[in-house]
């Protein structure tokens, strides 16, 4: 078990010239372009946005970072590197991700499928070489994978004139987020695209789904905490309970089809309107209805959590310190999910002011809030029996291309 902490505060080459640097050995010569993206944290409302809910998510000084030059045969060759993880050599041939000889290759793969038929990226493309290398651990709740795609994103569409403008950056968390719903089995928050492309990182980004809009409150660190993520082991990937989760949001988005709105927040009386509808459903003899007792829990689950995310959002703005703490520590509703449980309670008891799952259902890190006058002795004390890593503030998504001679 051990301290991980982050390499730009060590004066390490920043990632993105680590990332030119490996391109070009490995390819023998040097990329078109680079870009880099800051790993996600999430503080309240992960799992509601297909409901039309809020999320609340910052940066991390923590980044991945992409570079890429072009090929001429029509394959898709990624070369990934993460601490604590096995580097990866993949291929998916180009147009047809489905094919790809590994998981992240169909992730990616799908991803530059996606830009070139959304007009992005260039349908005269004739395959790709992409260097990722990324400085967030995986398991570590801080959405590595999705930094990486965010960075990709940027990277392949360096030439955009439009490149820094908000809507021409939601548009590509937007594909992101579709290439991963489509292509991997490793899918998660599209908020973590959202804020990674357009969060500045001096707040907390707050997502609202019912209107699409990012605004910012006030980082939780000016109340005299700092940020920690704990788990019992970096280093890997973890896919959670995403079936249980798709399983959840294919029911929000089928009844948002039925009631003929875009969020299931925008219809009155939504529990009880949803139950009558499953429970109609089930009448008539349609086995795949979730029962009237699973549809309750699951609106009433999105709509609590984003009562909550709102709340979270007022205390910050507000600087009501308790508040903002209390939110934190009330209970997930695991609707039906696993929770490291255990895990918030050890955190607590060893020091931390507040504690929750760092990504409800998909990883079973937690992210812990400790007094800066105690941070220090929490972290040396967590790390003697788990991997910790301190979350530091980030700055946005960006270009990295090395200035002209």
């Known amino acids: 078990m051990s301290l991980w902490t982050d390499p730009t505060a060590q004066h390490a080459t920043?990632?993105?010239?680590?990332?030119?640097?490996?391109?070009?050995?490995?390819?023998?010569?040097?990329?078109?372009?680079?870009?880099?993206?800051?790993?996600?944290?999430?503080?309240?409302?992960?799992?509601?946005?297909?409901?039309?809910?809020?999320?609340?998510?910052?940066?991390?000084?923590?980044?991945?970072?992409?570079?890429?030059?072009?090929?001429?045969?029509?394959?898709?060759?990624?070369?990934?590197?993460?601490?604590?993880?096995?580097?990866?050599?993949?291929?998916?041939?180009?147009?047809e991700p489905a094919d790809a000889d590994?998981?992240?290759?169909?992730?990616?793969?799908?991803?530059?499928?996606?830009?070139?038929?959304?007009?992005?990226?260039?349908?005269?493309?004739?395959?790709?070489?992409?260097?990722?290398?990324?400085?967030i651990p995986l398991g570590?709740?801080?959405?590595?994978?999705?930094?990486?795609?965010?960075?990709?994103?940027?990277?392949?569409a360096a030439g955009h004139a439009e490149l820094n403008e908000a809507p021409f950056r939601a548009r590509l968390a937007d594909i992101a987020s579709q290439a991963v719903d489509a292509y991997s089995s490793l899918t998660g928050l599209r908020s973590r695209h959202t804020a990674a492309l357009r969060a500045s990182g001096t707040g907390i980004a707050v997502i609202d789904y019912a209107d699409g809009s990012l605004t910012e409150a006030p980082h939780p660190g000016r109340e005299g905490v700092r940020f920690f993520s704990v788990a019992e082991k970096f280093?890997?990937?973890?896919?959670?309970?995403?079936?249980?989760i798709a399983a959840h949001r294919a029911f929000i988005d089928a009844a948002c089809a039925n009631f003929g709105v875009t969020s299931l927040r925008k219809l009155p009386d939504a529990i009880d309107r949803v139950v009558e509808w499953v429970t109609a459903r089930r009448t008539v003899g349609d086995e795949t209805a979730p029962t009237p007792e699973q549809a309750r829990a699951w609106v009433h689950f999105c709509e609590a959590e984003t009562l909550r995310s709102m709340a979270v959002a007022k205390a910050l703005r507000s600087r009501?310190?308790?508040?903002?703490?209390s939110l934190v520590n009330s209970p997930t509703e695991a609707r039906g999910l696993t929770l490291p449980d255990a895990l918030v309670e050890l955190c607590k008891t060893r020091g931390a002011v507040a504690a929750r799952p760092a990504a409800t259902g998909t990883s079973k890190a937690v992210l812990a809030l400790v007094s800066v006058r105690t941070a220090d002795e929490f972290a040396r004390t967590m790390a003697k029996d788990f991997d910790i890593v301190e979350i530091t503030p980030g700055r946005t998504a960006c270009l990295e291309d090395a200035p002209a001679d």
Do not use: Y
């Open 14 to 95: 920043p990632v993105a010239e680590r990332a030119r640097t490996a391109h070009e050995k490995r390819t023998g010569h040097a990329p078109a372009h680079v870009a880099s993206a800051p790993a996600t944290w999430i503080l309240a409302g992960e799992n509601v946005d297909h409901f039309g809910g809020a999320t609340l998510i910052g940066l991390s000084s923590l980044r991945a970072a992409v570079a890429f030059s072009p090929r001429d045969d029509h394959q898709l060759v990624f070369a990934a590197s993460a601490p604590a993880s096995e580097d990866v050599v993949a291929t998916a041939p180009l147009g």
């Open 102 to 135: 590994h998981p992240l290759a169909k992730r990616w793969g799908g991803l530059v499928h996606q830009l070139i038929q959304r007009q992005v990226l260039s349908r005269d493309t004739a395959g790709l070489d992409v260097t990722v290398i990324s400085d």
């Open 140 to 156: 570590a709740g801080l959405g590595a994978l999705w930094a990486a795609d965010s960075a990709m994103c940027l990277a392949l």
């Open 235 to 244: 280093g890997e990937a973890d896919d959670g309970e995403v079936e249980r």
């Open 320 to 325: 009501h310190t308790n508040d903002l703490f």
